[in-house]
């Protein structure tokens, strides 16, 4: 068991520490050390320099009235359907996706000699 040190005690109820944060020092495995994170922890508060005047506030800019969104697409004529124009009808054939084909040179030079497969 740590022993209690009156030396560390007395050292810090001088510093104006309290008698609880003496006793935990005096009484820890390794008094020194807990005395130095006192004294670390335990700096008197020093004046500081007066607080410097807080920077202007931002100054709010103008409030616009929001505009509305078909009219903006209306008068730029992008995006919007005019309602004289007829859509087209979509139809399954065409939504279809119509791959490219391409004919295999290799089929197609051994369809001449027979059949593509060699077998031999």
Do not use: C, H, W
């Given at each position: ?44 508060p020093q004046r500081s320099a007066p607080t410097p005047a807080p920077p202007p506030m931002p100054?709010?800019?103008?409030y616009k009235a929001p505009t509305s969104t078909n009219a903006t697409l ?47």
């Amino acid at each position: 068991m740590a022993r209690f040190n009156q030396g560390i005690y007395n050292q810090i109820i001088a510093m104006g520490g309290s008698a609880a944060s003496a006793n935990n020092a005096a009484r820890a495995k390794k008094p020194g050390r807990a005395f130095r994170r006192f004294q670390a922890a335990f700096v008197p508060p020093q004046r500081s320099a007066p607080t410097p005047a807080p920077p202007p506030m931002p100054q709010a800019s103008q409030y616009k009235a929001p505009t509305s969104t078909n009219a903006t697409l209306g008068a730029l004529e992008s995006g919007v359907r005019s309602p004289n124009k007829k859509r087209d009808k979509t139809t399954l054939a065409s939504l279809r996706i119509r791959p490219k084909r391409k004919l295999n040179q290799a089929l197609t030079a051994g369809s001449q000699a027979g059949t593509g497969l060699n077998i031999g």
